[in-house]
């Protein structure tokens, strides 16, 4: 069974840096790309980072110059390095994992940026 385990959320104040974490356990193959997502009390979960399997990155304009997404040497990892986070950051951050057709979700990490 593919599981993803999100770690590194907490609380923050507004200005500083945060980095997550994602490790897949129970796969057999690689990602063809993985991701971060997020979604705010009241509002849909949205795209924040995505990088392929080859390495081409994607980012949200609202966080383009402040996230960096990059995947780690072991298989299936992948991170998120936050700086200059802002209350509007707060939310539940979600790790993605495509396989195609499969798309594979981790459990949730908070983060919350105090102002």
Known sequence: QVQLVESGGGLVQAGGSLRLSCAASGTIFVFNAMGWYRQA????????????SGGSTNYADSVKGRFTISR???????????NSLKPEDTAVYYCNGVFVPMNYWGQGTQVTVSS
């Open 72 to 82: 780690g040497n072991a298989k299936n990892t992948v991170y998120l390095q936050m």
């Open 41 to 52: 009390p009241g509002k849909q979960r949205e795209l924040v980072a995505h990088i392929t």
